[in-house]
């Protein structure tokens, strides 16, 4: 993707010091994927012969296909952002990074809750019903759309009116109301209740669709998770590797990037509906030697070594067990989808077995100091 490298972000909620969040915000886009080049070399320094690639470069505005906002104000006047020192909303829907798509939904969600008389939950008198409103689009512009309530009180109302939302919003693909009755600081609860549309939202990339349900993860920015993907592919197709283990597999995103005939690959995830969504994806594409199962990475047992296995941890990295069980796996290659260098270079430490050959970095997170990055590492007796 070419990006304009001289391109300098402004945002009057950083200028005003509404919102941080983007720590970058203000810096030309250039300066900020060198920093980023420079934060992954260093601490990668101690494999000088790795070759590192290009980095992927975002669009470094309009990149954001999620949004978490929590909600504040009144239900006659609601406000979706953050919170300010002293626990009340501060609205933030002229966010620059977020997706047009997502933009142009907000103002038909608060006129929403304002129908729907769905009070906003206040945290210091405990107050309230509606707590975040979470949205997700699609590469082809479908929403996922949830309310997360500390209870069913408003359900009935939401139902009477979500006729007009479904009017002023036809792209939405997928309504549900997640309960979160405990007052804590988390994002969402354990209960959803579907209101309107499919069971998933359909992300289309490419000749991939993968199929992501209310809880799935799915990376933030589309272009990139894409560039990802089709990274791993090449390197898979370079190895030509026969047998794959996704460990860490999500929705299968990889998984399904990768796959081609003759290949068989298995993926393990601890999320339940996850593994239901991989399974979906690869049933609709007619892939038959891509599997998935319900499982903990961290405790895999060394055995049925395949050609390569592929980890994307999240940001605590893989963890001492999970490194001495791939450091005396005898896979020829791993893949390493890191988003946070720190503990991957911590990780590749922990295994010298395997020396890191290709590097590239993906600018997931414009704006900030964050970004992912792949290695590509290859066993010292295979190399």
């Known amino acids: 993707m070419d990006a304009d490298l001289t391109f300098a972000m402004h945002c009057g909620y950083f200028d005003k010091g509404v919102c941080r969040s983007c720590t970058r915000m203000g810096e030309p886009y250039g300066a900020q994927l060198d920093a980023k080049l420079t934060h992954a070399r260093d601490l990668l320094a101690a494999w000088p012969d790795a070759k590192w690639l290009p980095q992927m470069a975002s669009r470094p505005k309009a990149f954001r296909n999620k ?8 239900a006659d006047a609601p406000t979706l ?21 997502l933009s142009s939904a907000f103002d038909p969600i608060k006129s929403f809750i304002s129908l729907a008389r769905i009070a906003p939950y206040d945290i210091p008198t405990r ?31 939401m139902q009477k009116h979500l006729p007009n939302l479904l009017t002023a919003l036809p792209q939405l693909a997928v309504v549900t109301a997640n309960l979160l009755p405990e007052h804590k600081a988390v994002l969402e609860g354990e209960e959803e209740i579907w209101l309107s549309g499919s069971e998933t939202l359909a992300m289309r ?17 589309t272009e990139i998770a894409k ?29 399904l990037h990768v796959a081609a005939p003759g290949r ?23 892939l038959i030697d891509v599997t998935f199962s319900v499982g903990d990475a961290t405790a895999l047992v060394a055995a049925d070594v395949p050609d390569t296995i592929i980890v994307n941890p999240p940001r605590r990295g893989l963890g001492d067990q999970l490194c001495q069980t791939l450091q005396t796996s005898g896979a020829k290659t791993i893949i390493y989808s890191s988003c946070n260098a720190v503990t991957l270079a911590k990780d590749l430490a922990a295994m010298p077995a395997y020396t890191p050959a290709v590097v590239r970095l993906f600018d997931m997170f414009p704006q900030t100091d964050h970004y992912e990055v792949m290695v590509l590492l290859t066993r010292r007796d295979h190399a």
């Open 264 to 286: 068989r690959i298995h993926g393990i995830e601890l999320s339940a509906p996850a593994v239901e969504s991989a399974r979906l994806s690869a049933s609709e594409a007619g």
């Open 205 to 221: 990339l490419g000749t991939t669709t993968l199929h992501l349900r209310p809880a799935s993860f799915f990376q933030t920015n």
């Open 227 to 255: 560039g990802l993907y089709l990274q791993a592919r090449d390197w898979i197709d370079q190895a030509g590797a026969k047998t794959i283990l996704d460990l860490y597999c999500g929705v299968g995103g990889f998984a």
């Open 81 to 101: 952002g953050i919170l300010d020192t002293t626990q009340h909303g501060v609205d933030l829907t002229g966010c620059g990074i977020l997706t047009p798509g």
């Open 127 to 157: 107050r309230g019903e509606l707590k975040h409103v979470l949205l997700t689009e699609s590469a082809d512009g479908e929403l996922m759309l949830r309310f997360v309530l500390r209870s069913t009180e408003a359900l009935s109302r």
């Open 67 to 74: 949004a978490k906002m929590v909600v504040g104000g009144a």
